[in-house]
Nanobody
Framework: QVQLVESGGGLVQAGDSLRLSCAASGRTLSRYAVGWFRQAPGKEREFVAAVTRSGGSTIYADSVKGRFAISRDNAKNTVSLQMNSLKPEDTAVYYC?????????????????WGQGTQVTVSS
């Protein structure tokens, strides 16, 4: 098993940046593809970004493409999400998730382990 802990959330203004981190313990994170998801109040959890085990490939939701960047440091057992040009509609609880899948996937059901989430609030 792997345990995931997110950090870095907070309250910012529109146009600001935040960097979220996901730290893993237990099994090495390099065994897993990692994704970031978010859930706003009253809405379904939605895919944000994902990165392969090696970090060589990434995918993004259209709503964040060009503004967010996912990266990983397998030596440090961490995955980060750099969020730039934040908008009020980015407000949500952000979760990182790890899955044993070999391909990049946007489906929540493909991820086996989840963190507890970190709140991001963007004011206008």
């Amino acid at each position: 098993q792997v345990q995931l802990v997110e950090s870095g959330g907070g309250l910012v203004q529109a146009g600001d940046s935040l960097r979220l981190s996901c730290a893993a313990s237990g099994r090495t994170l390099s065994r897993y593809a990692v994704g970031w998801f978010r859930q706003a109040p009253g809405k379904e959890r939605e895919f944000v970004a994902a990165v392969t085990r090696s970090g060589g490939s990434t995918i993004y939701a259209d709503s964040v493409k060009g503004r967010f960047a996912i990266s990983r440091d397998n030596a440090k057992n961490t995955v980060s999400l750099q969020m730039n040009s934040l908008k009020p509609e980015d407000t949500a609880v952000y979760y990182c998730a790890a899955g044993s899948v070999l391909r990049l996937t946007t489906a929540t059901t493909d991820y086996d382990y989840w963190g507890q989430g970190t709140q991001v609030t963007v004011s206008s």
